[in-house]
């Protein structure tokens, strides 16, 4: 047996500065100290598990070594005769291992219960069944040790002694049987539990029936280990689930959370009873709640999910459920907050949204009196919004309850709660007409006091959209001169500014104070403070166009024109309708000469310019045309919207669903013909005979592409004296070489080694051991590589090798080099189009590809790109159709780091070639990941256009 195939449980890797010789450890151990010999003995191990092999260390270890009583010595010898080679060329066991037998038994006699139950440890490791024999009785003498650790050990000796050498302890289970019966500790119950499981299950079980009433007094280690065990047995033998079901219901109210999380998975797995499950889930609640470390509360907060899509037929459990799952939200961790809305919103149903509905309201309540803020904060407004948001559009009856609520978060400073509250207000809308004037009113009041801009652009798109009444129209006009101020706006504040500087007092404040300086004497220090007292109080409205904020100009410009358009429709005096329409056209023309006069920070754009012009214009002509698309077109767009929304919803509702389908005249599987294999699954023998008889009549064209031999790559040439090839194994965070190494020479290579290196974020893990190759011989190394990021990799290096009975240098074969696909790492994902949005404007990192393809139709060259880079289309597929030689779509991809990855194409059909031409631009927040993702589009448009 060669070392590397020697079983070992030690792993060191320390480099030695200086490696003593096999002279100079002897003189250590025959005259050193004990710190001298501690040192020796360390590094002895350290030599011998680098391959060194040094036969004449045995003796002198054994005879000034192996009768230390140090305890260190005594662990560092533990160490050494599990490494060390216990057998000759021959494979018979060394003399000198009489002697180390004798000074197992010593140690196994010895006073001191460390030593006692540590050599007991070791034993686990001997693979020597003539080492262990003669110490049978002591072993077995130390089953009625008093110590507790002693015993314990005792017991994992015997089980693993039985399990490798059965007939070396024959009655091992029967003995065992006998000393649980009288054991007292609990941890040395549990030792002798788990060798009964796993050596004689009966005994176990007449052990477990015997007791069974005490289980719920036993500690919690040989709990878990009785749930184990009832788990396997009723796998095995269904029938016996009647017998044990009491006693994981028992085992629900254990005082370990541990053993309760374990009860409760085995009991959903013996029993569906809706109560089962409901005890289940009642437990997993109550650990979510009670358990501080937000990690547990994640995983089992996983098992409720997954509990819940097991039984969502279950409409009881899923309104009690629903009431339980709100307790969870009383934690502070924002990640388990948000996956428990997630859940909820899964529960809802008519019977419990009610109830769930005034909850959350009571939970947004909470957030108002928060007067600490953080960032946590805002973003559970944000997702008690976006939750009630589903609520209400799920179930309208509950729109009338939640949207008072809501309206609450627009004059608060968390914007982005508050542009939540826009967005189901806009649908709440366009929904529920019967909510319309109520939610008008709100928003109205809501106006004034209103002061972020983006939801200041929504609520005048909503209001200027929505206000169809007469007394609607009027209002919204009234809030918006009382916002916008005194006009013209530029006149006004030229007044202003040229008032005398009198009508703004001033207050002069004087405050002297004694400071000692640095020699020791006085001085007097004075501060004069002057503050001008003058009130700025412009409307809100105002002040935003003061600061250059025309884009809300443009705005309300388009809620001016709706509302005067849609106010000639319903109100039947001329005058007052020619008095309204004067209104709009003097704001608008008041905020046009604002944009072009130096009073703003910011001057206006042209584009803003262009569009308060338009609006002017149809003011003024009220074509018939513009008319129709300010007054109806909109309103019909954002219908369009939200049924393309609701029908994406749908599709990715379907397609997460796992329906279970039978036909009719489906076979019936019977249990009597199915066997237990892969941990207690069941197969059904007859079908699995049926498909190995007829499975090689089957033969497929099977594409390469797709099979593994794709992730073959050739390392070297067939003309090389060594062949390599490479199979990668990619495994989510780690990559695994497996190389095929052949000799094509008659000569025997002697320390082969494959030398690998990476660049990027790969890092080599595992260095292959170097080999020797008879000649024409063939053999496999494997070698693994950890990945950081999505970042395109390369794997290079060479082989280098000695020729036997050739004398020179070393011999070298370069390696081909070998390229990670990043797509390994990129998985479909999907997002809002406001996040979609925040994320293009916060990544730094952009690559933009140009469009070379001979694809000439534009949806086929998008699902090309879909393809080749594992991303979604977020751009819904009703806004993709019709032929107007325009192509424009947001894709998006998250890596299995977390990484988020964002793509924008923008293609056009020129009109003369009809090839496409245009640009894909790429942005991530990481430059390795743009890169990337550039470089596979480039390459495939280049693959594509040379097929």
């Not at 008093?146 to 003995?175: C, G, Q």
């Not at 502070?332 to 309201?361: A, H, P, Q």
């Not at 023998?685 to 790559?713: H, I, M, P, R």
Request: hydrophobic share 40%; net charge negative.
């Amino acid at each position: 047996m060669t070392a590397l195939e020697q079983p070992c449980s030690v792993l060191i890797n320390i480099n030695l500065s200086e490696t003593p010789s096999e002279q100079s450890l002897k003189q250590d151990f025959e005259n050193g100290s004990t710190a001298v010999k501690i040192q020796a003995l360390k590094n002895a191990i350290i030599m011998m598990q680098a391959g060194e092999k040094m036969p004449g260390l045995l003796m002198h270890i054994i005879r000034y070594v192996l009768p230390e009583q140090d305890h260190t010595i005594k662990k560092l010898m533990f160490i050494f005769w599990e490494i060390v080679p216990k057998r000759d060329a021959a494979g018979k066991l060394l003399t000198e291992m009489i002697l180390v037998c004798d000074a197992y038994r010593k140690d196994l006699i010895h006073p001191n219960e460390f030593i006692r139950g540590s050599t007991l440890r070791f034993l686990c490791k001997v693979r020597e069944p003539e080492l262990l024999e003669p110490l049978m009785p002591s072993i077995r003498a130390c089953l009625e040790n008093k110590y507790s650790y002693v015993r314990r050990n005792a017991v994992l000796a015997l089980y693993t002694i039985y399990r490798n050498f059965e007939f070396l302890v024959p009655d091992a289970p029967e003995l065992i049987q006998g000393y649980l019966e009288g054991e007292q500790d609990p941890s040395c119950k549990r030792n002798a539990f788990i060798m009964l499981i796993h050596t004689d299950q009966q005994r176990a079980l007449t052990y477990l029936q015997s007791c069974i009433d005490e289980i719920s007094t036993f500690g919690d280690i040989l709990q878990l280990v009785i749930v184990e065990l009832i788990y396997k047995v009723c796998q095995a033998k269904p029938t016996e689930r009647a017998k044990f079901i009491r006693t994981v219901y028992n085992l629900l109210g254990s005082s370990s959370a541990s053993v309760r999380y374990e009860a409760a998975g085995t009991l959903v797995t013996l029993s569906s009873t809706p109560t089962a499950v409901k005890a289940a889930a009642k437990c997993y609640v109550e650990l979510i709640v009670h358990e501080s470390d937000n990690n547990v509360k994640l995983v089992v907060l996983d098992k409720l999910v997954k509990l819940q899509k097991d039984h969502s037929h279950d409409l009881t459990l899923q309104q009690e459920l629903s009431m339980d799952v709100l307790r969870i939200l009383g934690s502070t961790d924002i990640e388990v907050r948000r996956k428990t809305l997630d859940f909820l919103m899964s529960l809802i149903s008519l019977r419990n949204v009610k109830d769930v509905v005034s909850l959350l309201k009571k939970e947004v309540i909470k957030t108002y009196s928060n007067t600490d803020k953080d960032q946590n904060t805002k973003t559970y407004q944000q997702l008690l919004v976006k939750a009630l948001h589903q609520c209400g559009v799920k179930f309208p009856i509950t729109a009338e309850i939640v949207v008072p609520v809501l309206m609450d978060f627009l004059a608060e400073g968390n914007e982005k709660a508050a542009e939540s509250v826009l967005e189901f207000v806009r649908e709440a809308v366009a929904r529920f007409e019967n909510l319309q004037p109520s939610i008008i009113e709100k928003l109205l009041n809501s106006l004034p006091s209103i002061k972020s801009i983006s939801v200041l652009h929504a609520g005048l798109w909503i209001l200027g959209e929505y206000c169809t009444s007469e007394s609607q129209i009027r209002n919204m006009v009234d809030a918006v001169l009382e916002s916008i101020g005194d006009l013209p706006i530029v006149d006004t504040e030229i007044r202003e500014s040229t008032k005398d500087d009198t009508d703004s007092g001033t207050t002069t404040t004087v405050v002297s104070s004694s400071r000692v300086t640095a020699d020791g004497t006085y001085a007097t220090q004075s501060a004069v403070t002057v503050v001008t007292n003058h009130s700025d109080d412009k409307p809100q409205l105002r002040s935003n166009l003061l600061e250059g904020e025309f884009f809300l100009g443009a705005a309300l410009a388009t809620a001016l024109t709706k509302l005067s358009l849609r106010y000639q429709e319903v109100c039947v005096d001329p005058r007052a309708r020619n008095k309204l329409t004067a209104q709009s056209m003097l704001i608008l023309a008041s905020i046009m000469h604002l944009g072009k006069s130096s009073l703003p920070k910011k001057p206006i754009s042209d584009d803003d310019v262009d569009w308060l012009s338009l609006c002017i214009r149809v003011l003024n002509d009220r074509s018939p045309i513009l008319v129709s698309i300010f007054t109806r077109a909109c309103r019909q767009s954002l219908q369009d919207m939200i049924g393309t929304i609701d029908l994406t919803k749908l599709a990715l509702s379907e397609a997460e669903k796992d329906i279970v389908k039978t036909d009719v005249d489906a076979l019936i599987n019977f249990s009597h013909i199915l066997s237990n294999v892969n941990d207690g699954q069941a197969v059904d023998e007859l079908e699995l005979s049926l498909l190995q008889a007829t499975e090689g009549s089957k033969k497929k064209d099977t594409d390469v592409s797709t099979t593994a031999l794709s992730k073959v790559y050739q390392l070297t040439g067939f003309s090389d004296p060594i062949y390599a090839e490479a199979y990668i194994n990619v495994n989510q965070y780690d990559i695994v070489l497996d190389v095929l190494v052949v000799n094509q020479t008659p000569d025997t290579l002697q320390n082969l080694t494959l030398e690998l290196a990476t660049l990027g974020d790969l890092k080599l893990v595992d260095k292959p051991s170097p080999i020797t190759l008879a000649g024409n011989d063939f053999c496999n190394t494997k070698a693994q590589v950890k990945v950081a990021s999505t970042e395109t990799g390369i794997i290079f290096g060479n082989i280098v090798y000695d020729v036997s009975g050739v004398s020179g240098d070393k011999s070298c074969v370069v390696l081909n080099d070998i390229h990670i696909d990043i797509m390994d790492y990129i998985v479909p994902a999907t997002c809002t189009d406001t996040e979609f949005r925040k994320m293009w404007a916060e990544f730094e990192w952009e690559n933009k590809v140009s469009v070379q393809s001979n694809i000439n139709d534009m949806n086929q060259y998008l699902d090309h790109i879909l393809k080749c880079t594992n991303m979604r289309c977020l751009t819904p597929k009703q806004a993709l159709e019709g032929d107007c030689g325009f192509l424009a779509a947001n894709l998006y991809a998250k890596s299995v780091f977390g990484e988020d990855a964002l793509a924008n194409i923008s293609i056009e059909k020129m009109s003369d070639s009809g090839a496409l031409s245009g640009h894909i631009r790429i942005r991530a927040k990481s430059q390795g990941m743009a890169l990337s993702l550039g470089d596979k589009i480039t390459h495939s448009q280049k693959k594509e256009a040379g097929a």
